[in-house]
């Protein structure tokens, strides 16, 4: 039996790394989305009286906008959850199962959120100037 000397990785060790690595840049992917869709909740619901919609449009874009970045604060958690049980539990691989769903279905409604945000924001500057309520 030869011993491999010090140093030499393995195939093993190496995709170990990468799953290690893989966990660690996806719970940091998640907590960003989570973050950057719970600040343009609150900023954009704290200051509303400066760009409230003035039509049905604008206003159902808006609430889905909203909703799309309700859903992505949500999967986002479901996420972290499914990669911190997968840490937990042998044999449990988060990136093949839930967690990889969950981590795309938050991409993809936070994306969706800024866009519709965005086409509220720009929709709203095509507005005539409403005055705000003294």
């Not at 950057?36 to 449009?57: D, Q, R, Y």
């Not at 959120?113 to 086409?119: E, H």
Request: glycine share 8%; charged share 15%; net charge positive.
């Amino acid at each position: 039996m030869t011993k491999k000397p010090k140093g030499v990785k393995t195939e093993t060790t190496e995709t170990d790394e990468q799953a290690e690595d893989a966990h660690l840049i996806a719970l940091e992917f998640l907590k960003q989305l989570i973050t950057l869709s719970s600040g343009v909740l609150a900023l954009s619901a704290a200051f509303i009286e400066n760009f409230l919609p003035t039509s049905l449009p604008q206003s159902i874009i808006l609430l889905v906008s909203w909703g799309c970045l309700a859903f992505s604060i949500y999967f986002g958690l479901q996420g972290i959850s499914a990669i911190v049980q997968s840490r937990l539990v042998r044999g449990l691989n988060w990136a093949s199962g839930r967690g990889r769903r969950y981590t795309g279905e938050s991409k993809y409604f936070f994306i969706a959120g800024i866009i519709l945000f965005a086409v509220f924001a720009f929709l709203s500057f095509l507005q005539p100037g409403v005055a705000a309520p003294q």
